[in-house]
């Protein structure tokens, strides 16, 4: 059974997501950013539901620490602040969802089974990509590019991370703005589809020699075309 860990100092949120979530997941609860570390240090999780006021700091800021420790765990923000601001600092530290307080327990119940559904299949279906001169190792979320014959290890953020691998997915294929958007940022969050071209060309500038894998397709979007290793 997948577990769920819910880092929230409200003993009423943690009743209504106990309810909502039924014996679908194990749920476990702390109520401080400091107990989640250790908690999830010392114990298998699935996924986290974060609060982001929380007594002893915020949970932005453990968002951005786990993605940098625990690359592959989704986390969902649960929030009474619903403002745009607020969504684009969640979902820029890395965060998968961000669900507004008060919250709808089927609507809840079903983007987590939804998320833990996907990252299984996802996992089951993972593996690595060596291309010339890339290459992606998505099981430890990796990448490099060869330069003259030495492989050198780029450094990407999580959302960075998320663009390549949806590329990844997607070879030679061409891609829209909008598309992107909807599926790696989620079709509820209001940003302007030219702000991909802002997070990709980032991305291009860290590949370097491996840049040219990203074509831009003038009017719509881009297409991923790594060079088959020989």
């Known amino acids: 059974m997948e577990k769920v860990l819910l880092v929230e100092d409200s003993k009423e949120v943690f009743a209504q ?26 114990k298998e999780v699935h996924l986290i539901l974060l609060d982001v006021e929380l007594p002893d700091g915020n949970g932005v800021d453990l968002c951005n620490e786990f993605q940098s420790e625990y690359p592959q765990l989704p986390i969902f923000f649960l929030s009474a602040h619903s403002e745009l601001p607020e969504l684009i600092m969640g979902f820029s530290a890395g965060a998968d969802d961000y669900i507004a307080k008060p919250f709808s327990s089927l609507e ?3 983007r987590v089974l ?26 430890r979320q990796e990448v490099f590019v060869d330069c003259d014959g030495v492989d050198k290890k780029v450094e990407l953020t999580a959302l960075e ?10 070879v030679g294929v061409v891609i829209p703005r ?8 989620g079709e509820n969050i209001h940003i302007y589809p030219r702000s ?24 719509v979007g881009y297409r991923f075309e790594p060079e088959a290793k020989q």
């Open 17 to 42: 997501v106990k309810l909502a979530l039924g014996n679908e997941v194990s749920l476990d609860w702390v109520e401080t950013l400091s107990s989640a570390r250790d908690f999830v240090s010392e």
């Open 108 to 110: 809840l119940k079903a």
């Open 114 to 139: 939804a998320k833990l559904k996907k990252v299984k299949l996802l996992q089951e279906s993972q593996s690595n990509h060596e291309w010339k001169p890339l290459k992606v190792y998505r099981n």
């Open 161 to 170: 991370f998320k663009i390549l691998s949806y590329f990844c997915d997607h």
């Open 178 to 185: 909008d598309q992107m958007l909807n599926e790696i940022w």
């Open 196 to 219: 991909v071209d802002t997070h990709v060309s980032k991305l291009r500038k860290k590949l370097g020699d491996a840049s040219s894998t990203i074509k831009s397709v003038h009017g």
